[in-house]
């Protein structure tokens, strides 16, 4: 295909932007819409999914069909088998006559798909019937109908993670995934960025009957550094904000930056091992990620601890165990980072409190606390080596917590998986999966 024909498309749909990504993406549209095969077309929300559905339909031979767009994540999960595939008159409360589905009703057109990811179980075992068959069955009926009815699907999560986790049918996500197309999110558009936001000032201008709102070159370019993880839409309501409420129509940096919200700019830090775009690396959850930094912290106090322990009995004991203790600081100083200004070396004499001679090479010294007797070393001694001792033991498995966090939850809800799973945050065949690999049946 060539650039005028793409250009031409963009024309055509309202689409702005010359990011090569973008421009496959119309290309594949363009190229697979001639034909009948199932295309999913996969990008973050708010990157415009929307409108490569409607390149395909327009350039396919069903144009003069009927399109319907449906958004899976919207419909109620006990009525979307009604909506998709009709109902006959009785067939549950409320059913006062019968009813044409989508499917039944876009015969010899294109049906949208949207957020195929949230579609309930049940029903994409009926959708892939009617993609390997073109058959359907309307709710409380036994009657099998004929559709011929081309799919068009889209998500904005990453369906075969929801196939791992039994979320999403695997035989259904391939036969969906005939053609993929993705559709680029807006922060990797370059300076898509700044002609998008150019057309969204000029458009509200006229529509609010104000001058346009211009950017100077290092606003271009602060606008052009934010990462927009609401993408097109996102973008589209900061040019509206700033129509309405700015006084001044040419912006600088300083002024743009109001209507950026600092939680999702570029800088944020970026997690432990992270890619380059801020994500887990693959193969390492984010709660494994939180795991590893608790095991960390827990590490680092247990260290803390004996440390400390071992100062204040070396320098109570008065034996040149200030010395060591002076060394132990300094070998660990990397705990006591952020600590502040609260620390503080006390010196005092170690013999006259415990009977003995003050030391000529080192002056005894604890931090910010005196013992009161030689039981009291003894005790702490005996708890530093019980603090070694359980640090010695501790278990940094993610497999042991996981399974210990597990057992908490269903002791919890008494034993009720649905809840346990709900409170640990992963689905309720993703449990039983667990019950089975840790032998907690």
Request: net charge negative; hydrophobic share 35%.
């Amino acid at each position: 295909m060539t650039p005028s024909e793409i250009q031409s498309i963009k024309q055509r749909f309202g689409i702005i932007g010359n990011a090569p990504s973008l421009n496959f993406a119309i290309q594949v549209a363009a190229q697979v819409a001639p034909t009948d095969m199932t295309v999913l077309i996969t990008g973050e929300s708010g990157s415009g999914k929307e409108s490569f559905s409607k390149i395909i339909h327009a350039l396919s031979p069903r144009k003069h069909g009927q399109f319907i767009a449906v958004n899976c994540g919207a419909i109620p999960e006990g009525t979307i088998d009604s909506e998709l595939f009709g109902h006959e008159k009785g067939s549950f409360t409320g059913a006062t006559e019968a009813r044409k589905g989508y499917f039944e009703v876009t015969n010899g057109g294109t049906i949208f798909l949207d957020e195929i990811g949230e579609m309930p179980l049940g029903t994409q075992a009926r959708l892939l019937r009617v993609l390997e068959n073109g058959e359907f069955i309307r709710v409380g009926s036994s009657k099998v109908q004929k559709t011929d009815v081309r799919v068009v699907a889209a998500t904005n999560v990453n369906l075969l993670n929801a196939v791992q986790e039994g979320r999403f049918r695997e035989d259904l996500y391939y036969r969906l995934n005939t053609v993929p197309i993705t559709v680029p999110p807006l922060r990797e558009r370059g300076e898509d960025i700044y002609l998008l936001f150019r057309k969204f000032a000029t458009d509200f201008a006229e529509r609010y009957r104000v001058k346009p709102i211009t950017l100077t070159p290092d606003a271009q370019q602060e606008l052009m550094r934010f990462r927009f993880p609401g993408n097109i839409r996102q973008l589209k309501n900061i040019a509206e904000q700033m129509s309405v409420l700015e006084t001044d129509r040419e912006i600088e940096s300083r002024g743009l930056r109001r209507y950026l919200p600092q939680d999702q700019s570029s800088n944020l830090p970026m997690l432990l091992g992270a890619t380059a775009d801020g994500t887990a690396p693959q193969g390492l959850s984010e709660r494994d990620l939180l795991y590893k930094v608790l095991f960390d912290m827990r590490r680092d106090m247990t260290d803390l601890k004996r440390l400390v322990l071992e100062v204040a009995a070396g320098a109570a004991r008065g034996d040149g165990g200030a010395g060591q203790a002076q060394e132990l600081v300094r070998q660990n100083s990397h705990l006591f980072t952020n600590v502040g200004s609260n620390l503080s070396v006390t010196p005092y004499d170690g013999g006259s409190r415990l009977g003995g001679r003050p030391t000529e090479s080192a002056e005894p010294f604890i931090l910010n606390a005196e013992p009161a007797d030689a039981d009291y070393v003894d005790d702490e001694v005996q708890r530093v080596e019980d603090i070694t001792h359980e640090t010695e033991e501790e278990s940094l498995s993610l497999e042991a917590k996981e399974k210990e966090m597990i057992i908490k939850a269903l002791k919890k809800h008494h034993n009720k998986r649905k809840y346990a799973a709900q409170d640990l945050g992963i689905s309720e065949r993703t449990l039983y999966r667990k019950l089975k690999q840790y032998d907690l049946e």
